[in-house]
Structure formats: structure tokens, C-alpha cells
Nanobody, 127 residues
Framework: QVQLVESGGGFVQPGDSLRLSCVAS????????VGWFRQAPGKEREFVGV????????YYADFVKGRFTISRDNAKNTVYLQINSLKSEDTGTYYC????????????????????WGRGTLVTVSS
């Protein structure tokens, strides 16, 4: 069974950039699509984006608007989430999750189609 661990969160100022990492261990990570989700304090978890097992297909939530980029390096069993021009509303816990389903099925998913989750990494954006 694949296990996921996120890292890279922290306290940053508006306008800064962060790169979050999702490192997998166990299982065959390269066969899974990987999604990123986030949950702001007091709000429901929301879909950020998902990338296919190869990284060749990636979908994003509408709110991303070019500020977020998902990439993966299967040789390192790692998926990244690059966030630029951070805003206060980006504050929250960011989770990665894996699924064996096709990427187009995972697009915009609430998280129910993802079977493996990390524990999250906290991002706080404040001046």
C-alpha cells in the first residue's frame, strides 16, 4: 500500500511562493494519479488539481488561475505543488492523495475517489 507524506508548508507573506512535496513510499506509486486538496480553517476540503500517473495530464480547479503548478518525478516518488503569488485565502492545510482511477474521472473530485491520503502540510499566508 502506498503511503504519502507532504512537506514544504510554512508561514509566508502574501506574494511569496512555496513548493509543496508529496513523497510516496511502498506500493507502485508510478501507477497512481495524484491529487492535491486543501482545507482552510472552518471550511470544507476543496480540490486543487490532479496529475496522471505519468504527469502528462493535469487538471486544476478554476480558482488556481495559473498560480499553481503540479509536477511529478516518479524516479523520486514525488509529486510537487508549486504555488506562486500566495494570497491570504490560500491559507490552509494542503493534502496529497492517490487514486488508481483515470485522471479525467478524478478531475474536480471531492476526494471520495482517492484511496490514499497524506496527513497534510500547513500553509499560512499572512503579513
Amino acid at each position: 500500500q502506498v503511503q504519502l507524506v507532504e512537506s514544504g508548508g510554512g508561514f509566508v507573506q502574501p506574494g511569496d511562493s512555496l513548493r509543496l512535496s508529496c513523497v510516496a513510499s511502498g506500493g507502485t506509486f508510478s501507477t497512481y494519479g495524484v491529487g492535491w486538496f486543501r482545507q482552510a480553517p472552518g471550511k470544507e476540503r476543496e480540490f486543487v488539481g490532479v496529475t496522471s500517473w505519468s504527469g502528462g495530464t493535469t487538471y486544476y480547479a478554476d480558482f488556481v488561475k495559473g498560480r499553481f503548478t503540479i509536477s511529478r518525478d516518479n524516479a523520486k516518488n514525488t509529486v510537487y505543488l508549486q504555488i506562486n503569488s500566495l494570497k491570504s485565502e490560500d491559507t490552509g492545510t494542503y493534502y496529497c492523495a492517490a487514486s488508481a482511477l483515470p485522471t479525467d474521472v478524478l478531475r474536480g473530485d471531492s476526494g471520495r475517489k482517492f484511496v490514499v491520503w497524506g496527513r497534510g502540510t500547513l500553509v499560512t499566508v499572512s503579513s
